[in-house]
């Protein structure tokens, strides 16, 4: 319907007056009255405007109402009176709800019948009893009553019945069956369950017993769907993506740093890597162009553990040379038959082989002219040497965790650590 003309309450327009004086906007809650017979004041706006039957100009009202126990809707309502055809529909006031809502009212009596309902045209309307379904947005929205839904439908069905009868009868038989089948539900001859199920959580069917509960009438409200979203025009919120953790075992950083020999720009490449059947370990390399100087450095991916780790190992074959070793900037290597002792420090931490870490005394190993042990002990716990029967335990290696001496606590910068409870012993600072 397309408004054609200005507003007009109750009459005809009179001829153009002298402009009143500016009056004050009524009050929204002036606007929408509770629904009531009774109200001499409730009247309609009549707003003249287009048929879309006979295109000539009918008349459009619209009741602005509240309806107890619910909220604001409008009634409009068209008649056209060149060729009869009238049209009535409601329309929600308010916003579509947060929430979709359904009824499920059990009538047992004729006072259910009387129930009042509004019915939007996003709301689906089902009697299970019958298997019998109004879908969403086939019918415009009404307010109505449960006898009025029924007959609604009883009407709609009968509507199109003489043309069936000619052109199909046996189905207009079975939608006769079916419409004395509703005439019984109008009569209450047995109880029946009607649904009204909206996702626009404005629809409504009456509790008489407000505020109290009404043991035959159950109200649901849920989530709507996505497909409910889209079905009422509503961009469906999409689903929290929780951010990617950007993987770093993939990647190889660089950073920009000084050569630590001649102190000329130099590139340092560093990246995490996952040794197996240990812990994550970071490796640090840095090459300069100018001086051709190279380092690398190890740095554990992880705390200091709560025990030292010493690891002996017995090397009986040139093979044992090429097993991958681990060795922090905390690990002390000692080889008993050679009386030869590497400090805490001295190499920093290193992630190699066995003959790379032993390349001053290669030659003599390697000749098979003497079998020795190798000792790494790392009060840190953060150093490592490979298994190669792992998960399976390695005949030739033993690994020991122990508790840190004092002296040892010293050196790692231990002993005045304190994470618990230190903020009861530090005064506030003024």
């Known amino acids: 319907m397309a408004a054609s003309g200005a507003v007009a309450p109750g009459t005809p327009a009179a001829p153009a007056a002298p402009p009143p004086s500016r009056a004050q906007a009524p009050a929204p809650e002036h606007l929408f009255r509770p629904l009531s017979a009774e109200d001499e004041e409730q009247q309609p706006t009549e707003i003249e405007s287009l048929c879309m039957n006979c295109y000539r100009n009918g008349t459009t009202r619209l009741l602005l109402t509240k309806i107890p126990f619910f909220r604001e809707i409008i009634v409009s309502s068209f008649s056209c009176e060149h060729c009869g055809w009238s ?14 809502v359904r009824y499920a009212l059990t009538v047992r009596t004729q006072e259910d019948m009387n129930r ?16 019998f379904e109004i879908p969403a947005f086939s019918q415009k929205g009404a307010l109505t009553t449960v006898e009025g839904l029924i007959s609604r439908a009883i009407s709609g069905l009968e509507q199109d019945q003489p043309t069936r009868r000619a052109n199909e009868e046996a189905v ?6 079916f419409i004395i089948r509703l005439k019984e539900l109008r009569r209450v001859a047995s109880p029946f369950t009607l649904i009204i199920d909206d996702p626009s959580g404005n629809s409504f069917v009456e509790n008489p017993r407000a505020p109290q509960k009404d043991d035959a009438l159950a109200v649901t409200h849920y989530e709507r769907t996505v497909q409910q979203q889209e079905l009422l025009g509503l961009q469906a919120e999409a689903p929290e993506e929780k951010p990617e953790e950007e993987d770093l075992r993939n990647e190889v950083l660089q950073f920009h740093t000084n050569c630590p020999e001649c102190n000329a720009p130099a590139q340092t490449n560093m990246k995490l890597v996952q040794i197996p059947h240990f812990k994550e370990v970071i490796i640090m390399a840095t090459n300069c162009d100018s001086c051709g100087h190279r380092t ?3 740095k554990s991916g992880g705390a200091v553990e709560p025990l030292g ?3 002996t190992f017995h090397i009986t074959h040139p093979s044992d040379l090429t097993r991958d070793v681990l060795k922090s900037e905390t690990c002390s290597v000692e080889i008993p038959e050679l009386e030869f002792e590497l400090g805490m420090a001295v190499l920093g931490g290193k992630f190699t082989t066995l003959e790379g870490l032993l390349k001053d005394i290669r030659d003599l190993i390697l000749e098979g002219k003497l079998t020795a042990h190798l000792v790494m002990d790392d009060p840190a716990g953060n150093s490592y040497l490979q298994n190669v029967y792992a998960p399976e335990d390695d005949p030739e290696m033993k690994v020991e965790h122990y508790k840190r001496t004092f002296d040892q606590n010293e050196e790692l910068g231990l002993n005045d650590m304190k994470t618990e409870g230190y903020e009861t012993d530090v005064a506030p600072q003024r």
């Open 296 to 298: 690398n450095e190890v």
């Open 172 to 177: 207009a038989e079975r939608i006769d069956e």
């Open 309 to 311: 780790t010493r690891i």
């Open 87 to 100: 049209n009535t529909e409601i329309h929600s006031a308010g916003r579509v709800q947060d929430q979709g």
């Open 116 to 131: 009042e309902v509004v019915k939007t045209d996003s709301a689906t309307t089902r009697i299970p009893e019958l298997d």
